[in-house]
């Protein structure tokens, strides 16, 4: 377009050079009128107003098209949104069971993959397919669709498949916390929340695998989780507080009820965590209680309905060591009633984990069990699990 333009103003400017000229050399034999004269100014200016018409046009589509150019430039493609990661576990444990077998064995204690990708500024989806040693196949362990964007704006909903916002079960150590055997609920839910200056409230619903007895499969469990974070003079801090109408329907819960998922009764439960981190030093507490006690037939602990409740505290130190990250944690866990969960009565541990290379850990664990006394149904013995572990992560 621009050439054209060029072409056409090189056109009237020889135009008005051979007028003038065929003006001048012929003025002596036949000057124009001027009514001729000012019909060749006025058809001269039409031509320089059609030209100028043409520079804005083309001026408009070069604004436009830098514009777009641009707005492309700044929005990612799609596939530039799209995330792949996982995590391999590999261990070498040594067990000594409440009966006194002495175990050895090596596994592949966990195979996970991970998908994630943002095809809008306020959607993220979420896929997690996970293989743990004793499982025959991978299962697809999440599956969400957030749509949130908090930075501009406070509310945001989840859909789709993942652990329920019921308890916080982060540790330095190899081996969850027994807090998460009772507490983690993974459910397919809907969860509308909302989040201002480190505070956040959560709540959800879903229709769990347990129901009332006598009343049909509906969404009728639900939860709710209050939680505030931040960092005050380099110490950071994490608390937070979680309703469950359904503790049944926890992972650990719902694998030991006996009989039917039908129940008499929704027992509730409640969970409480809090964190403090400052120059490498980490220390944890998390509490997970059910708020009664289930039936007999459903859950029972010495002859009666158990109302089981766990408890972990947490301690940690990183520090470099040879140029190496190095984190040694120690733990002191327990429960209450929580025989029929197969969790000791009490736990005390300690690990050891360093990053050999990026993305690549080593972690050496002990764990010291003890079971409930004879006269609550346990064996009253100790057990111990030694436990090295190579994670890695990409």
């Given at each position: 377009?621009?050439s ?13 050079i ?19 004269l ?30 777009k ?14 995330q792949?990661g ?23 204690a ?43 704006f406070?509310?945001y ?7 329920m ?23 397919n ?15 959800f ?11 049909g499969?509906?969404?009728?469990q ?19 507080a ?5 503790i049944a329907?926890s ?6 009820l ?23 030093v ?48 120690a ?21 050891v984990t ?15 069990d ?17 436990t090295?572990?190579l994670?890695?992560?990409?």
């Amino acid at each position: 377009m621009s050439s054209k333009i060029q072409r056409t103003a090189l056109f009237l400017t020889a135009a008005s050079i051979l007028t003038l000229s065929s003006v001048h050399v012929h003025a002596a034999e036949q000057a124009p009128s001027r009514e001729e004269l000012l019909s060749m100014l006025k058809q001269q200016q039409r031509q320089l107003d059609e030209l100028q018409a043409m520079l804005k046009q083309t001026q408009k589509q070069a604004e436009t098209a830098t514009a777009k150019a641009t707005e492309a430039a700044a929005k990612p493609a799609f596939l530039d949104t799209v995330q792949i990661g996982g995590t391999l576990e590999f261990e070498a444990t040594e067990t000594e069971d409440f009966t006194d077998a002495d175990t050895s064995d090596l596994s592949l204690a966990k195979a996970e993959l991970t998908f994630s990708a943002k095809p809008h500024e306020y959607v993220t989806t979420n896929i997690v397919a996970l293989y743990e040693d004793g499982s025959n196949n991978i299962a697809l362990d999440e599956a969400t669709i957030e749509i949130a964007n908090t930075e501009a704006f406070p509310l945001y909903t989840t859909v789709g498949k993942w652990a329920m916002p019921f308890g916080n079960y982060d540790t330095a150590m190899s081996t969850d916390p027994l807090t998460k055997n009772l507490g983690e609920t993974k459910e397919n839910a809907i969860l509308v929340g909302a989040t201002h200056n480190g505070f956040s409230i959560e709540a959800f619903a879903f229709n769990g695998d347990t129901q009332k007895s006598g009343e049909g499969n509906n969404i009728d469990q639900y939860g709710l989780n209050l939680a505030v974070e931040g960092e005050e003079d380099g110490l950071l801090y994490n608390m937070a507080a979680s309703y469950l109408n359904n503790i049944a329907d926890s992972d650990g819960v719902n694998d030991a009820l006996t009989g039917a998922t039908a129940l008499k009764d929704y027992v509730g439960g409640i969970s409480l965590y809090g964190s403090l981190s400052l120059n490498g030093v980490s220390a944890s507490v998390g509490y997970v209680k059910a708020t009664d006690s289930f039936q007999t037939g459903e859950l029972a602990f010495n002859g009666q309905g158990a109302q089981p409740v766990t408890w972990n505290t947490e301690i940690s130190y990183t520090m470099d060591i040879l140029g190496k990250e190095t984190t040694f944690a120690a733990t002191y866990q327990g429960t209450d009633e929580a025989l029929a969960l197969s969790l000791p009565e009490t736990r005390l541990g300690g690990a050891v984990t360093v990053g050999i290379y990026d993305q690549t850990s080593l972690t050496l664990e002990y764990l010291a069990d003890e079971d409930y006394s004879v006269a609550e149904g346990g064996t009253g013995k100790d057990g111990h699990t030694t436990t090295a572990k190579l994670a890695v992560e990409f």
